[in-house]
């Protein structure tokens, strides 16, 4: 799913550590950023103070919160809403295609979910590259499933206890969700700005592109110390490392990088950590390695197992200069909170987030416990992951990796029970055992022992911080 939060919170990831400011910078007016149409509206909320910042996309036809879908049969996006997702995989290398039959010819939707009664329902299939199409939702089936094995015959599969079975309708008709495409507006010197432009003339920023090596990229520290716009390490095109402890060579000297695909891809990243400061150094992907390397605990090297994801080795480094400049900068100040951006090559700016110096993190709107809205922190340097140190789960856990290097001191965390958030302060640490609570199919509740994650640390939740510390917004849909 897309959003103009969720890109925005993404390009935030890598400015870390990379503050600075330019005197003078144009601030971008609305409509450059975001912009709606006919059917969709977006989300906006405002302040006593003047401030407007976008949220999600609200689609008045379905009257609900709709997100962007690269989607089959023509690869363009849609703002779907409604849709269930299947998710179930029987058997590895299984296309996820079920049927209702023995010749495999009437089609089956799974689910594990309970309760959800989205009208519409989304099939990925390996016919169309993975890409999700959309159908409404048939009856619900209680006969025998079947499946095509990885030989092409078509065989009966035993389902697991609490999954649900469903009829696939007729696919959803054209008009259905409102259709969308990817647009280029040039921003600078090697840098292109995209956006998604919906056919009902909405509009919104989705992501940057580095258009000297023709791919996306996001802010980051250089290896020229310059901030810089690099490339993606979250999609199949990148390898990022080094990889801890597994090497290319059999003297463990040479290190190896992971890919999500066992394609060789065009990058790799390297990320050379200095006391605080993180740094990016792109390379070539020069071959996939059919071999690998372990160092034993008495410093010998010996051969391992290939696991997944695949290993690759690197090949020389892009030039630094090669990526375009995307320098964090403080666009305005409404009130209390600071808007942050980036300015690119020096010719163009986008907002990325808000900052609250009073406390002294980037924070998002969300609601509180008494469902107003409001600017809560946002830093993932601590935050809670379902641990908890107790055997009941009753005392959750912070967590926080390379915490010398951690500037957060509160964790905004969730409550289960109504959906709103609270704020906590950092407790003591926690040097115990932790526990991790796992939710069963048939929606009972675990509580199991779980390992640490190397390099992380655990802090108790301290005192909650009222909710009225932090800056009160209106959301409104435009």
């Given at each position: 799913m897309?959003?103009?939060?969720?890109?925005?919170?993404?390009?935030?990831?890598?400015?870390a550590g990379c503050g600075g400011t330019t005197p003078g910078a144009p601030a971008p007016r609305t409509e450059d950023v975001f912009r709606s149409g006919s059917r969709l509206r977006f989300e906006v909320t405002t302040t006593r103070?003047?401030?407007r910042w976008p949220g999600n996309l609200f689609d008045r036809t379905h009257g609900a919160v709709c997100h962007w879908v690269k989607a089959a049969p023509d690869g363009a996006y849609y703002c779907v809403s409604g849709v269930a997702q299947q998710g179930i995989l029987l058997h590895a290398g299984e296309t996820n295609d079920f049927y209702a039959d023995a010749g495999c010819t009437q089609q089956l939707?799974?689910?594990?979910?309970?309760?959800?009664?989205?009208?519409?329902?989304?099939?990925?299939?390996?016919?169309?590259?993975?890409l999700p199409r959309f159908f409404t939702r048939g009856e619900h089936f209680t006969g025998t499933v079947h499946a095509r094995n990885q030989d092409g015959a078509c065989v009966q599969r035993a389902l697991s206890t609490g999954?649900?079975?469903?009829?696939?309708?007729?696919?959803?008709?054209?008009?259905?969700?409102?259709?969308?495409?990817?647009?280029?507006?040039?921003?600078g010197p090697g840098i292109a700005?995209?956006?998604?432009?919906?056919?009902?003339?909405?509009?919104?920023?989705?992501?940057?592109?580095?258009?000297?090596?023709?791919?996306?990229?996001?802010?980051?520290?250089?290896s020229d110390d310059v901030s810089r716009c690099l490339p993606l390490t979250i999609n199949n095109q990148m390898a990022s490392g080094p990889t801890p402890h597994v090497w290319a060579n059999e003297?463990?000297?040479?290190?190896?990088?992971?890919?999500?695909?066992?394609?060789?891809?065009?990058?790799?990243?390297?990320?050379?950590?200095?006391?605080?400061?993180?740094?990016?150094?792109?390379?070539?992907?020069?071959?996939?390695?059919t071999q690998t390397y372990l160092q034993q605990a008495d410093g010998t090297c010996r051969p391992t197992a290939l696991a997944s994801p695949c290993y690759v080795r690197a090949g020389e480094e892009i030039p630094a200069r090669s990526w375009p400049e995307a320098t964090p900068i403080d666009l305005k100040t409404s009130g209390r909170l600071r808007v942050r951006g980036l300015s690119l090559a020096q010719s163009a700016v986008i907002p990325t987030a808000l900052f609250d110096p009073q406390v002294g993190m980037e924070c998002r709107f969300e609601k509180d416990m008494e469902g107003h809205s409001r600017c809560l922190p946002s830093s993932l340097e601590l935050r809670f992951t379902g641990l908890h140190a107790d055997d009941a789960c009753t005392q959750p856990l912070l967590e926080s990796f390379r915490d010398e290097c951690r500037q957060a001191s509160l964790a905004t965390l969730r409550d289960a029970s109504t959906g709103g958030f609270r704020v906590h302060e950092r407790g003591t640490r926690h040097d115990g055992a932790i526990f991790h609570q796992f939710v069963s199919l048939d929606g009972s509740t675990h509580c199991f022992e779980s390992g640490r994650q190397p390099g992380a640390a655990y802090w108790?939740?301290?005192?909650?911080?009222?909710?009225?510390s932090f800056v009160l917004g209106i959301p409104s849909v435009e």
């Open positions: 897309r959003s103009i939060v969720m890109t925005w919170a993404l390009v935030i990831l890598w400015m103070d003047g401030l939707w799974l689910t594990s979910g309970t309760g959800d009664a989205a009208p519409f329902i989304s099939i990925r299939s390996a016919l169309h590259d993975g999954i649900t079975a469903f009829r696939v309708g007729p696919e959803a008709p054209p008009g259905t969700f409102v259709r969308g495409e990817l647009r280029e507006r040039r921003s700005t995209v956006f998604i432009e919906g056919e009902d003339g909405s509009s919104h920023f989705d992501h940057l592109r580095a258009t000297e090596h023709d791919v996306p990229c996001l802010a980051g520290l250089a003297t463990c000297t040479e290190p190896t990088y992971h890919s999500l695909s066992c394609t060789l891809p065009r990058f790799t990243v390297h990320f050379e950590t200095n006391q605080c400061t993180t740094r990016v150094r792109v390379l070539s992907g020069k071959e996939r390695l108790r939740t301290g005192a909650e911080v009222p909710a009225t």
